[in-house]
């Protein structure tokens, strides 16, 4: 293979919906491998919940086909596959058979790939170095990371704590595979090797950027409060925290700093109007405010969890991840337009962010929610076309997801529901 004669990166996805695996894998990597016209250094690979039965055969002919027994890899199942249908368009193929190929031309970038048991984890008392054995990669050398998990892992979020603190400025994105029929064992794969649970992971250092944006899907309705009473996931009390106003919101609750939380929460919804109120009933969520100094917030700074109940007895509410005195938070409501606007705007702000960036955008991968797509939308490709219409022309592959890696305020979390973008740059 000839090599190019600049160090530019080189980034490809190619995408086949062949109902055949061997045809589905000779598609991809022919048109991959004439794409990037290159020694590929690093693959990543995706596969439909479609093929669950024949993952055992990925490998093996993916080995074949690419003839690099070393080439560093990483891939896993999803409920649906992401990749290019056209070296302008991408395609969202949700709930048939496809397979994603992305190759790579990386030069001087330094490459780890891993698997990690979430079963040998090290304690979370345990040093940095602990957490850097497991990848591999020198925390020094500032990497990035890619991570795909069994979605039936209990340590995912132990892990993504154990790297944020021995990687504190690196970049983690990823998600949790696809299961397979009737929620049996999921396929990752690292170095052309299956795995059935733990984490697949990839380390990239050097002249390379992974940044991310995290659509959350929702929008904030009434006024951020402040935790003034908790108990593990159980929110006691709130009052008021008028410093937050800039959010923007619809509907309005002006009340006693004395009610309890789910007396806030009746007035709020019945602040709203008819479309809003009938959306409160089944989409209603909580936002965490992840910044404890940021006066004015704004799309992307909350983290969105779930609202699970509440007891009308002493009016709390518990939601899905815990909570502590001072932090702030906000209701959101989660529908088709307020996904849409949320990613809207984030892209918009990375693009005006990046206008004088000379560090160009080579390649990037979504990691979209399985409650998101068609369902959500009521039309196919969505996040990728919208994607596509602020960074054009960019090689996109990705999966659908039973939960997305990716930051927020600082720190990585798994989310849900949300379409997590990770976007390559190379330094220059």
Known sequence: MTEPTTSAFKWVTALSTRPSLE??????????????AATANLAIVFISSAFASEYSRLMPLLK?????????????????????????????????????????????????????????????????????ELTGASPSHQPHFILLADPFSSKVNDLLQGLDFAYPSSTKVGGLAGAGAGNGPSGLFCDYELYRDGVVGVALSGNIVLEAIVAQGCRPIGQPYLVTEGERNILLGLEEHPSTSGVTYSGSSRVSQKRT??????????????????????????????????????????????????????????????????????????????????????????????????????????????????????????????????????????????????PVGGSTFLHGFTSVFGIVRQVK
């Open 23 to 36: 045809a589905a894998v000779n598609e991809v990597v022919s048109q991959a491998q004439t794409d990037l």
């Open 64 to 132: 074949e086909k690419l003839q690099s027994p070393d080439l560093p890899l990483i891939g896993c199942a999803g409920g649906g596959v992401i990749g290019m249908k056209s070296p302008e368009v991408a395609q969202e193929v949700e709930g048939e058979p496809a397979l994603a190929l992305t190759l790579a031309y990386l030069p001087d970038i330094e490459i780890h790939t891993f698997h990690v048991s979430t079963d040998e984890l090290p304690d979370l008392d345990s040093p940095p170095t602990a957490w850097v």
């Open 261 to 406: 939380p789910l007396e806030l929460l009746q007035d709020l919804i019945q602040s709203l109007d008819e479309d809003d109120r009938a959306l409160a009933q089944h989409s209603l969520f909580v936002g965490v405010a992840q910044s404890e100094f940021k006066q004015t917030l704004e799309p992307g700074d909350f983290l969105i969890r779930t609202l699970l109940g509440v007891d009308p007895r002493v009016g709390a509410i518990a939601i899905g991840d815990r909570i502590r005195v001072g932090q702030r938070i906000q209701f959101h409501l989660r529908d088709g337009d307020a996904s849409a606007d949320d990613l809207e705007t984030l892209l918009e702000r990375y693009c005006h962010q990046h206008e004088e960036d000379r560090s160009p955008v080579v390649g990037a991968l979504m990691f979209a929610c399985l409650g998101r797509g068609e369902g959500l939308y009521g039309e196919p490709n969505f996040d990728s076309e919208l994607f596509h219409h602020y960074l054009p022309k960019i090689p996109l592959s990705g999966f659908f997801c039973n939960g997305e890696i990716g």
